[in-house]
């Protein structure tokens, strides 16, 4: 019974996080899709992948975007993480919708600029992440 | 020398039957988040798991019985009746798990959503146990298995530091993400230890027609075999860690795993990786579905057998039948195969103390194994292996909260 207790306090002293924390917890699946995009480019540019797996993955990254972004606005975090937050995800959306362009367009100087954008993206939402967890 | 072929032909299967939808989630989550610290949960549970399935293996040799029957014959059916429902579920979920697996892999090749092809998938399943017999079974799909080893040779084309990679093999705490680390340490074991595994082997030793005589065989397929299967678990954990973890892909989600080939192989990494996944799958949602008719059919007392005809073993046959079709819904409900998965590796992990007491149980009685009884050292790592799967189902539900992914 101790033994369940203990874990039930875990288990609310993790909850209990600040709101700020919480946001940079919410943070990682979308900075990994930033980096994850920005290498299936790099892969189709080089022919290893086929176009419709780069356009499946666009997709459930853009779904994932647009769910961070809800989730971001309804936080109670500072508004100045808030800002920072959706600027980044603002900036990867629009990478992401160009590259899907530029790939129907087979573009590849534009994926590749995209791509670079993206990895940027997901590289700076992940510093922004560590620095609103510490 | 027949036994010496069969053997071999055992290690092969167990080798290439050994990586599932769950070893490549887990060691792909492992390698990008953690690169090689999470190296010892998969050697911890590959030596768990190599004495758990030597151990169900010489039961079945020696005894004639498989697991869930002698279960119920020795212990009681009132004694087996709840962990037979709880095991039942977290089967159902592990076959969704699988099912999941294989459709991801043709959403990756055809573009097709994976929803779609749960069904198609179901029936393919359903086919193969329809109309194969155990041994083609369990030889094509674990010898089509032996795909699974490119994920060690892209390992090795990485050149992975191996003093990190040996550093890996000791427990060290996590320095950030405690929860995630957690959590995915016991995914992993969770993994490799699947419950389904020893009623699958077990009946399967039956099946067989195993006796005493296979006591070394069934030792040797153990140690080598589930050694070697966990070295593509291994690989895999690598390669993400070389590809996926410097790049700060955190595996979220399939699709970002599915180019992990592509550095080591960068005209066929991709096939490999969706044909890994699909064969892989295909051959442990066949083991589940098995598993789970084999489990059903000794507790209730129904014919059994893959090698009977459906019309000899009817029930047998139904109750596969309505599992591939109730887990296929799952995964046509759009549940996210990745999340599935994950989740019901920390199932797995939560149940083990329900498979692994009544099984010290029996492999203790002297009137069913006589002088294959368990010695003093088996049964210190069974009760080890009871300690720390209590230890991991109190702890693993509430860091599916926490730190689940």
Not at chain 2, 53 to 78: C, N, Q, T, W, Y
Request: charged share 15%; aromatic share 10%; net charge neutral.
């Amino acid at each position: 019974m101790r033994r369940f207790a203990v874990i039930g306090i875990l288990v609310a002293a993790c909850s209990g996080q600040s709101p700020d924390a919480k946001l940079a917890k919410s943070l990682d699946a979308p900075a990994s899709w930033m980096s994850g995009l920005a290498m299936i480019a790099e892969k189709w540019s080089a022919n290893s992948v086929p176009r419709a797996y780069v356009e499946k993955s666009l997709d459930a990254a853009a779904d994932e975007f647009d769910k961070t972004t809800k989730s971001v606005r309804e936080s109670d975090a500072s508004p100045l993480l808030r800002n920072a937050v959706l600027k980044q995800l603002a900036a990867a959306q629009a990478s992401s919708s160009s590259m899907r362009g530029a790939i129907e367009a087979n573009d590849r100087a534009r994926v590749a600029r995209d791509s670079r954008e993206l990895a940027d993206a997901g590289k700076q939402l992940s510093e922004i992440a560590e620095d609103a967890a510490k | 020398m027949k036994k010496a072929l069969q053997l071999a032909l055992g290690i092969l299967t167990a080798v290439g039957g050994f990586f599932d939808v769950g070893n490549l989630a887990t060691s792909a989550q492992a390698g990008a988040r953690f690169r090689f610290q999470l190296i010892w949960s998969l050697l911890f549970a590959t030596i768990l798991v190599i004495f758990l399935v030597e151990m169900s293996g010489r039961f079945a040799a020696v005894s004639g019985k498989a697991l869930p029957s002698a279960i119920r014959d020795h212990l009681g059916f009132s004694f087996w009746l709840g962990p037979f429902v709880i095991l039942t579920l977290v089967h159902l979920l592990v076959l969704g798990a699988e099912i999941g697996g294989i459709s991801f892999a043709l959403q990756l090749v055809t573009g097709i959503g994976f929803q779609w092809w749960a069904f198609p998938v179901a029936i393919v399943i359903w086919l193969f146990l329809w109309r194969a017999t155990f041994s083609a079974i369990e030889n094509s799909t674990s010898l089509l298995g032996l795909i699974t080893l490119c994920f060690v040779v892209a390992a090795v084309v990485h050149h992975p530091p191996l003093h990190q990679v040996a550093a890996g093999a000791r427990p060290t705490l996590p320095s950030h993400d405690g929860a995630t680390y957690w959590f995915i340490a016991v995914s992993i074991i969770g993994s490799v230890i699947a419950p389904y595994l020893f009623y699958f082997y077990s009946s399967g030793a039956v099946e067989d027609k195993w006796d005493k005589s296979y006591v070394a065989v069934n030792r040797g397929i153990s140690v080598i075999g589930m050694t070697f299967g966990s070295a593509i678990a291994l690989g895999a954990l690598v390669v993400a860690a070389m590809v996926l973890a410097p790049r700060g892909i955190h595996v979220s989600d399939y699709n970002q795993a599915a180019a992990m080939l592509t550095d080591a192989f960068p005209f066929w990494g991709f096939v490999l990786f969706a044909a890994s996944m699909g064969i892989a799958c295909l051959g442990a949602a066949l083991e589940v579905a098995l598993s789970l008719a084999y489990a059903t059919s000794q507790t209730f007392g129904w014919n059994w057998g893959e090698d009977l005809h459906p019309r000899e073993d009817a029930r047998f046959s139904l109750t596969y039948t309505v599992a591939i079709f109730l887990s296929a819904l799952i995964i046509a409900a759009g549940i996210d195969p990745l999340k599935l998965t994950l989740f019901t590796m920390v199932i797995n992990a939560a149940v083990l103390p329900f498979v692994t007491i009544p099984f010290l149980l029996l492999m203790n009685d002297r009137r069913l194994l006589g002088t294959n009884c368990n010695g003093w050292f088996s049964n210190a790592i069974v009760v080890m292996i009871v300690i720390v799967s209590f230890v991991l189902a109190i702890v693993s539900i509430p860091l599916a909260f926490i730190g689940g992914t």
